[in-house]
């Protein structure tokens, strides 16, 4: 099992431009999420899925879109870049039921110019 | 809503001596706690969880409901616990809410 993937590992942007980050796991889990992490801050929940075709807003949701049509796929997009979404990005899976670890992707870092 | 609060940005300890890295939390309820922790060019992964009641890598985090407080221990650091440590609550069916988190450096 590769668990959570995610690609690129890196990116630079310019303010304005739109993007994707790709999230896929091959664990059959119900439950992703996306969160950015920024120094100081921890880790911030962005959007997160608890299954195909259901999704919801997390704590910092705005300038970021979501959709989950496959249980293995949970892609993040960035409308419109700006610089203050220069972060480290993370998707997680975990199963559901009475597990409540989360597994993590080794994250993207995105610069935004 | 519900909060959790690692209070030191940084820490460092030498080889050999006691750890105990903080985490306080806000819950209206009976809370579920975790510790995350990052090594250098690795994934964030489960270190422990409270209800649990284990000893990860010789760390114990006991859940203290009086002083709202999770705080992971070890009685000897070692230098390959040197990581970025995040405490988490549980929020909902599957949603956790991460501390700012401890960087902690074992020094030789």
Known sequence: NAGVTQTPKFQVLKTGQSMTLQCAQDMNHEYMSWYRQDPGMGLRLIHYSVGAGITDQGEVPNGYNVSRSTTEDFPLRLLSAAPSQTSVYFCASSSGGGSYEQYFGPGTRLTVT | ?108
């Open chain 2, 1 to 108: 809503a519900q909060r959790v609060t690692q209070p030191e940005k940084l820490l460092s300890v030498f080889k050999g001596a006691p750890v105990e890295l903080k985490c306080n939390y806000s819950y209206s309820g009976s809370p579920e706690l975790f510790w995350y922790v990052q090594y250098s060019r690795q994934r964030l992964q489960l270190l422990l969880r409270h209800i649990s009641r284990e000893s990860i890598k010789g760390f114990t985090a006991d859940l203290n409901k009086g002083e709202t407080s999770f705080h992971l221990k070890k009685p000897f650091a070692q230098e390959e616990d040197s990581a970025m440590y995040y405490c988490a609550l549980r929020e909902g069916a599957q949603k956790l809410v991460f501390g700012q988190g401890t960087r902690l450096t074992i020094n030789p």
